[in-house]
T-cell receptor, first 112, second 115 residues
Framework: SQQGEEDPQALSIQEGENATMNCSYK?????LQWYRQNSGRGLVHLIL?????REKHSGRLRVTLDTSKKSSSLLITASRAADTASYFC????????????FGKGTRLSVIA | DAGVIQSPRHEVTEMGQEVTLRCKPI?????LFWYRQTMMRGLELLIY????????DSGMPEDRFSAKMPNASFSTLKIQPSEPRDSAVYFC?????????????FGQGTRLTVV
């Protein structure tokens, strides 16, 4: 079964606005990762947050993790048309070197 | 490194035919994963290998699906016989064995259409 579930399924915003996507998961995790997928392409890693971290930044990206609620959020600030893509959260379980388990993603459209 | 390389990029085949998808992982990566992506089910893990050995194939949907990794630089996913419901994008990904806190690198995918 899917580990992560993203919310919303689709998001449309104007260029310059901030975009927030949420992810919920079910089991204990070692880390949570966010990936981006442009249409017709493979997934590209954006950022990883470990289970003992609460917040992490990378450029215009800000990720938070709340292990008590089993949830994470990805914030993209000052969005650009080039940010239009699908965004997926993926989790690695606490049992160690296990595969990433993905949610169904959020489709972000940034309108210029 | 050129990244994870998958071939073909697109495959159209008739129902009942055998389909073979190919993947070359990044050199030095010990883990290789096969995922399937559809609109309805999202990204599903089919099987993964560690040091060329299959570790978990519980995601392989049916006996029609098989995967091999004869060496560290090559893996195949075979569907025989193929059915229209197998139509999807199949991704291969690899990851180094430096612990769980590492990212996976994905290929561009193979879009399979079974008619």
């Amino acid at each position: 079964s899917q580990q992560g579930e993203e919310d919303p399924q689709a998001l449309s915003i104007q260029e310059g606005e901030n975009a927030t996507m949420n992810c919920s998961y079910k089991t204990s995790i070692n880390n949570l990762q966010w990936y981006r997928q442009n249409s017709g392409r493979g997934l590209v890693h954006l950022i990883l947050i470990r289970s003992n971290e609460r917040e992490k930044h990378s450029g215009r990206l800000r990720v938070t993790l709340d292990t008590s609620k089993k949830s994470s959020s990805l914030l993209i600030t000052a969005s650009r048309a080039a940010d239009t893509a699908s965004y997926f959260c993926a989790t690695v379980r606490n049992s160690g070197n296990t595969p990433l388990v993905f949610g169904k993603g959020t489709r972000l459209s940034v309108i210029a | 490194d050129a990244g994870v390389i998958q071939s073909p990029r697109h495959e159209v085949t008739e129902m009942g035919q055998e389909v073979t998808l190919r993947c070359k992982p990044i050199s030095g990566h010990d883990y290789l994963f096969w995922y399937r992506q559809t609109m309805m089910r999202g990204l599903e893990l089919l099987i993964y290998f560690n040091n060329n050995v299959p570790i978990d194939d519980s995601g392989m949907p049916e006996d029609r699906f098989s995967a091999k990794m004869p060496n560290a630089s090559f893996s195949t996913l075979k569907i025989q016989p193929s059915e229209p419901r197998d139509s999807a994008v199949y991704f291969c990904a690899s990851r180094p064995s430096t612990g769980p806190n590492t990212e996976a690198f994905f290929g561009q995918g193979t879009r399979l259409t079974v008619v």
